[in-house]
């Protein structure tokens, strides 16, 4: 059975701090896909980034950088200069291919972090 | 392109009554997933669609069903509704072979 563990429940920083947000999997399958995804306080969850688990390169968007290390089955988010606008809950999610050549797949869930960036 | 659509976005239901949730993926989108969103569980995968036949379900008593249409849009039904299924049901939507799956603004079900 696969699962997201997430930590760190909340997490609360002043503005213009670095803040990691830590994701840890576990999964039997060596196809896999690891996501990020932002949740404000309006509710719709907003897709960040997708992994795949054979690619192990690191990657960075502006402000967000995501560390992926398949020895310690982690995937952790790095905002850079956090600013209020940042402040929302994250969920990492882990998805098995169930079948192959098409998009079945379903997600698990970590319980999300609650990120608060401070003025 | 317009994103996921869902309506509605507010419902209040009462103990044994059922409700219908109704989803619209993004143009070109075949594959629908539904997810529910509680303070307690969390998010948890309800059910997915794909060409209006259920691939996937999840750990969820038969009480909850869905279907997709030849439109790709999906509904999910609930039916004798308790008070544990007062969540934010969310859907989602996949293109054609892809993995990411979109989300839409949820609609957010209150049972009395």
């Known amino acids: 059975a696969q699962k997201v563990t997430q930590a760190q429940t909340e997490i609360s920083v002043v503005e213009k701090e670095d803040v990691t947000l830590d994701c840890v999997y576990e999964?039997?399958?060596?196809?896999?896909?690891l996501f990020w995804y932002k949740q404000p306080p309006s509710g719709e969850l907003v897709f960040l980034i997708r992994?795949?688990?054979?690619?192990?390169q690191n990657e960075i968007s502006g402000r967000y950088s995501w560390n992926f290390q398949k020895s310690t089955s982690s995937f952790n988010f790095t905002i850079t200069a956090s600013q209020v606008v940042d402040s929302a809950v994250y969920f990492c999610?882990?998805?098995?291919?169930?079948?192959?050549?098409?998009?079945?797949?379903?997600?698990?869930f970590g319980k999300g972090t609650l990120l608060t960036v401070n003025p | 392109k317009a994103g996921v659509t869902q309506t509605p976005r507010y419902l209040i239901k009462t103990r044994g009554q059922q409700v219908t949730l109704s989803c619209s993926p993004i143009?070109?989108?075949?594959?629908v997933s539904w997810y529910q969103q509680t303070p307690g569980q969390g998010l948890q995968f309800l059910f997915e669609?794909?060409?209006?036949?259920?691939?996937n379900k999840g750990n969820f008593p038969g009480r909850f069903s869905g279907r997709q249409f030849s439109n790709s849009r999906s509904e999910m039904n609930v039916s004798t509704l308790e008070l544990g299924d007062s969540a934010l049901y969310l859907c989602?939507?996949?293109?054609?072979?892809?993995?990411?799956?979109?989300f839409g603004p949820g609609t957010r079900l209150t049972v009395l």
């Open positions: 989602a939507s996949t293109p054609g072979g892809g993995v990411e799956q979109f």
């Open positions: 143009s070109g989108h075949r594959s």
């Open positions: 669609y794909f060409s209006e036949t259920q691939r």
């Open positions: 999610a882990l998805s098995e291919a169930v079948r192959s050549g098409g998009s079945n797949y379903k997600l698990t």
């Open positions: 999964t039997r399958d060596t196809t896999y896909y």
């Open positions: 992994r795949n688990s054979f690619d192990e």
